[in-house]
Every structure is written in C-alpha cells, then in structure tokens.
C-alpha cells in the first residue's frame, strides 16, 4: 500500500488549481459569449421576411389584434428574460469557486421575499389584461356573413361550403380540400371539427389556432385584407403524417371569388370519347370511384356514381376530386400541383392578379407530373399513412390514408388525363 506523502496543504493548494482548472473550461464569459451568438442566430433565423407563415406579418383584422398584443408581451418577456441572464451570469462570475471559505449561510430576507412575490405579479397582471381582453375579441363572431365548415382528419382538410346567403349566396354545397377560398375584406366564421383524432387549425397570418375536437364544433373568424395565399398547417399532434397535414386560404377579389363559385358549380363534362382521358374515366370509376367523390360521375347504365369512402378506409372520408385541378396542391397540401416553374406565377403573383391566376387551374403544361405520378403508384410510400399494412386489426381491417392500389403505369397515364380534365 502506497501513502500520499505530498504535505496537507500542498494537496489543498492543489485541489484548489485543478478546481479552478475546471471552472476555467467552462468559464461564465465563455458560456455569455456562446449563450449571445445563439441567441443572435435565433432573432436573425426569426426575421426572415419570406417566411409564408409568419405571425409578425399579419394580414387580417384577427391576425392584427394578435400582433398588437404580441409586441408589449414579448418587450416584456424580454426585458425579465435579459435581467435573469444578468443576474445569473454576475452571480457565476463574481461567486466563483477560487478556493475560498464557504460565506455564511443565512436564512430569511423578508422584504427581498415579499418584493420577488409582488413584483412578478404586477407583470402578470400587466400581460394578462390585455390577453383576456383579446382572446374575447378573437372569440366574437357576430360580425361574420360567410360559413365554411372545416373538417380535420388524418391527414388533410375537408373544406365544405354549405347552401346559404353568406359568401355572396351559394345554391348547392361546394365541397374541397387543403385550400379555402374566401373573398377579400369578408368576416368569415370557420366552423371546425374532426372525424378521428384532435387537430388543430392555425393560418398564422390571419389568425390564432383553434384545435377541431371529435364531437365538438369550434369557431375561428378569419378576415384578409388583401389578396394572396396564406398557407398554415395543423399544428396539434395527430399521428404518422402529422408534419405533412398543411392547408392554405387563397384570398381573392369579390368578382375572381364569383367567378370561383360558379367553376364549382359547373355541371360535369365527360371526357370526348375513346381519347386517353375517356379511358381514364374508366379507370377512375374501377379503382378510385368507391372512396373519391366526382360530382355528375355516372356508370356505364346512365346512374350517378356516390362514393362510399366509409365502407373503404377507416376515417370514413375522402377528398372530393369534382374539381382538383382548380386545386394547385394535392395530399392534404402536402405536394404541389404545380411545377416548380409555374408556380411563383401564381404563389408569388401581384394582389390584383391573384385570383385571377389561381382561377386559370392546373394545365398539362404546368403540371407537376412527378409528384403525381409517384403519388398514384405508391400513396402509403410517399406520404406515411400506416407502418405495417399486413396489421390491420385495430382498424377493421380498413387503411387509415390512401392505400396502394398497385395501378400501372397505363393506369396512371389515364388517370393523370382523367384528372387534368377536373377544372
């Protein structure tokens, strides 16, 4: 056995340095500096102005009076944010260890106690009054003469606009999906609710989120000053495809939201006989038919054609397909219906031109053909709707999503046809 024969306080003069050593590596200055560059590369990441869903561009009346709130909260937090960081890197670098005798401890500073009790609670009563004064403004929707129903499922938007004599007046129910079209400076009453699990409607630049609950109807009011398209996404976990569940609301002129209307409305107009897209028809109805509604769809007998998505997946609905390529993003939003070349012309588009663009639809020249195409060979690979599709017990036997359908490349190019043609 071996003894330390290094006299006591040597070893003491020692620790001390190897402490201090310690500290030195991770030392306050070093931690203030690195805390300041990551806190510098956040406000820059966060100023981004082209940004699609940035809540400090509002561009609605709801969007704005979050705003307004936002700026004092933040200065606020700020400020108590700056003086804790303050406090606790003086207290490291000025009570650091070097070695010198543990100070007296004490117990009991009153005045210190009742003053970092009050003063807390004065700023939360300077954050809450406004707060509660705004979520009540938020909440009114009596002012509202437009009504679009919206119903979330896993993992896309059912978008529904019922007969009524808001939104200008409409005759029959117009039913879509992933994007809401509403007209410009009208107070519109978002009526929400799910089908499967809990999610949640956010279109950050025109207002606050607003979960859709199974069984439950919730209101959101929604107003855009301007044309444009304001995109958003469910921001409530909802399972699998929860990141790839996004939506948009395409503001438009009162005569481009007319004419929109009455493209919706149109009667079904059947592909011209033995071409391509008559062939896709077919193949519609054989494969596509049972689940994804094309209003005016009729069989070979002359009777219309109704989908029966609730005898075939297991959230018992389906996107109507009566009109996708007026759509210009397709599977819940996820992918773009548009090339990558045409669609800044319609994204990035001047405001009075908006509606019109958006109105033109997708065309065979603008099409993006990959992204469909992979879509319609393998949806489950392309947008993750179930891990294992051989395990289907606790869902009847019934795929949450699209199923593959193992369609060939024939069938594709018929569908493909088929579907330009739906506008």
């Given at each position: 056995?071996?003894?330390?024969?290094?006299?006591?306080?040597?070893?003491?003069?020692?620790?001390?340095?190897?402490?201090?050593?310690?500290?030195?590596?991770?030392?306050?200055?070093?931690?203030?500096?690195?805390?300041?560059?990551?806190?510098?590369?956040?406000?820059?990441?966060?100023?981004?102005?082209?940004?699609?869903?940035?809540?400090?561009?509002?561009?609605?009346?709801?969007?704005?009076?979050?705003?307004?709130?936002?700026?004092?909260?933040?200065?606020?937090?700020?400020?108590?944010?700056?003086?804790?960081?303050?406090?606790?890197?003086?207290?490291?670098?000025?009570?650091?260890?070097?070695?010198?005798?543990?100070?007296?401890?004490?117990?009991?500073?009153?005045?210190?106690?009742?003053?970092?009790?009050?003063?807390?609670?004065?700023?939360?009563?300077?954050?809450?009054?406004?707060?509660?004064?705004?979520?009540?403004?938020?909440?009114?929707?009596?002012?509202?003469?437009?009504?679009?129903?919206?119903?979330?499922?896993?993992?896309?938007?059912?978008?529904?606009?019922?007969?009524?004599d808001g939104c200008g007046g409409?005759?029959?129910?117009?039913?879509?999906?992933?994007?809401?079209?509403?007209?410009?400076?009208?107070?519109?009453?978002?009526?929400?609710?799910?089908?499967?699990?809990?999610?949640?409607?956010?279109?950050?630049?025109?207002?606050?989120?607003?979960?859709?609950?199974?069984?439950?109807?919730?209101?959101?009011?929604?107003?855009?000053?301007?044309?444009?398209?304001?995109?958003?996404?469910?921001?409530?976990?909802?399972?699998?495809?929860?990141?790839?569940?996004?939506?948009?609301?395409?503001?438009?002129?009162?005569?481009?939201?007319?004419?929109?209307?009455?493209?919706?409305?149109?009667?079904?107009?059947?592909?011209?006989?033995?071409?391509?897209?008559?062939?896709?028809?077919?193949?519609?109805?054989?494969?596509?038919?049972?689940?994804?509604?094309?209003?005016?769809?009729?069989?070979?007998?002359?009777?219309?054609?109704?989908?029966?998505?609730?005898?075939?997946?297991w959230s018992g609905a389906a996107?109507?397909?009566?009109?996708?390529?007026?759509?210009?993003?397709?599977?819940?939003?996820?992918?773009?219906?548009?090339?990558?070349?045409?669609?800044?012309?319609?994204?990035?588009?001047?405001?009075?031109?908006?509606?019109?663009?958006?109105?033109?639809?997708?065309s065979a020249d603008c099409l993006?053909?990959?992204?469909?195409?992979?879509?319609?060979?393998?949806?489950?690979?392309?947008?993750?709707?179930?891990?294992?599709?051989?395990?289907?017990?606790?869902?009847?036997?019934?795929?949450?999503?699209?199923?593959?359908?193992?369609?060939?490349?024939?069938?594709?190019?018929?569908?493909?046809?088929?579907?330009?043609?739906?506008?």
């Open positions: 056995m071996s003894l330390d024969r290094t006299p006591r306080n040597e070893r003491t003069s020692m620790q001390v340095a190897k402490s201090t050593t310690t500290f030195d590596a991770v030392n306050p200055g070093r931690l203030a500096r690195l805390g300041s560059v990551a806190m510098l590369a956040a406000l820059v990441a966060g100023c981004a102005n082209d940004a699609p869903q940035d809540t400090w561009q509002p561009a609605g009346e709801n969007a704005q009076k979050i705003h307004d709130l936002q700026w004092p909260v933040f200065l606020v937090a700020g400020l108590v944010g700056v003086a804790v960081f303050g406090v606790l890197f003086y207290a490291l670098w000025r009570y650091r260890d070097t070695g010198q005798p543990i100070p007296k401890q004490i117990h009991g500073r009153p005045k210190l106690e009742i003053g970092l009790t009050i003063l807390p609670a004065v700023i939360l009563i300077f954050v809450a009054v406004p707060t509660v004064g705004t979520l009540i403004d938020l909440a009114d929707t009596d002012d509202t003469d437009c009504i679009i129903n919206v119903t979330g499922q896993q993992w896309w938007w059912e978008i529904d606009y019922p007969v009524q409409i005759s029959e129910p117009i039913i879509t999906s992933g994007q809401m079209v509403i007209e410009v400076g009208t107070n519109v009453i978002v009526r929400g609710t799910s089908r499967d699990v809990i999610h949640s409607w956010w279109i950050p630049r025109l207002n606050g989120k607003r979960d859709m609950v199974p069984g439950r109807v919730h209101t959101n009011r929604l107003q855009a000053e301007a044309p444009g398209i304001y995109a958003g996404q469910c921001t409530e976990f909802c399972g699998l495809s929860h990141a790839n569940m996004r939506m948009e609301v395409i503001a438009m002129e009162h005569d481009d939201f007319e004419a929109w209307k009455a493209n919706q409305l149109e009667a079904y107009a059947a592909p011209e006989p033995e071409s391509l897209a008559a062939e896709g028809e077919s193949t519609f109805i054989s494969q596509c038919a049972r689940c994804h509604q094309v209003n005016g769809l009729e069989n070979s007998d002359g009777e219309l054609i109704i989908a029966r998505p609730d005898l075939n997946v996107p109507n397909l009566t009109k996708l390529m007026t759509r210009n993003t397709f599977a819940g939003a996820s992918f773009d219906l548009l090339s990558d070349v045409c669609r800044p012309l319609v994204w990035e588009a001047p405001s009075d031109l908006v509606g019109e663009r958006y109105n033109e639809g997708v993006n053909e990959v992204d469909l195409r992979e879509w319609l060979r393998n949806p489950p690979a392309k947008k993750p709707m179930y891990t294992d599709p051989t395990k289907l017990e606790a869902t009847n036997g019934l795929p949450r999503g699209m199923p593959f359908l193992a369609l060939s490349e024939d069938q594709i190019d018929q569908l493909i046809a088929y579907l330009l043609e739906r506008k």
